[in-house]
């Protein structure tokens, strides 16, 4: 772990986004005894559901930085779009700690599988001051090796996996 200037040792973040990748890194989070914060980055247009679920797995909630909305976001740049995707980067990707372990797989997407070599990785946020050590735990599992490990650890997935009906 990276220390604080005090040289007590910094906790990993746990990056959540709600989903059930996310019930899963935190879960392994959990059993790894790591120091860690489990930190869900709040959009102002996210799912109730979604919301409730973070609070329900005593997941820190925090508000978009210097005030910005989605809402103001599109006020200022336009319709967020493929090519123009600054909703994330404005309201998501930024630095909290100094390592991050995020529920990114490679079969999630063929952008995805392309994009993510390496079960870690240097990701800059502006500066190169401004960098976390972004680490990729279950990079390689499948949606198979997902819905195993819910299954056999029961944890309780937003309930949007459960509404949409076939359960995860």
């Known amino acids: 772990n990276a220390t604080d200037e005090n040289g007590k040792a910094q906790p990993i973040e746990v ?5 059930k990748d996310s019930d899963v890194i935190l879960q392994l989070a959990k059993e790894s005894g790591i120091n860690f914060k489990v930190i869900y980055k709040c959009t102002t ?3 109730p559901g979604t919301v409730k679920h973070a609070r329900d797995m005593k997941v820190e909630i925090r508000k978009p930085r210097e005030g910005n909305t989605f809402f103001k976001l599109i006020q200022k740049k336009g ?3 493929r090519w123009h995707r600054f ?3 404005d309201l998501k990707e930024y630095k909290i700690l100094d390592k991050c372990v995020m529920g990114v797989r490679r079969e999630e997407s063929a952008k995805r599988a392309k994009r993510y070599q ?9 500066s190169k001051k401004n960098h976390v050590e972004a680490i990729y735990p279950i990079l390689e599992w499948t949606n198979e090796d997902v819905a195993e490990f819910i299954a056999d650890r029961k944890i309780k997935c937003a309930p949007i996996y459960y509404d949409m009906g076939g359960g995860i």
Do not use: N
């Open 15 to 19: 990056a959540y986004s709600g989903g």
């Open 45 to 47: 247009i996210d799912p």
């Open 79 to 81: 319709l967020p779009s």
């Open 87 to 89: 909703c994330c980067s």
């Open 118 to 126: 390496e079960p870690t990785e240097c990701r800059f946020y502006g």
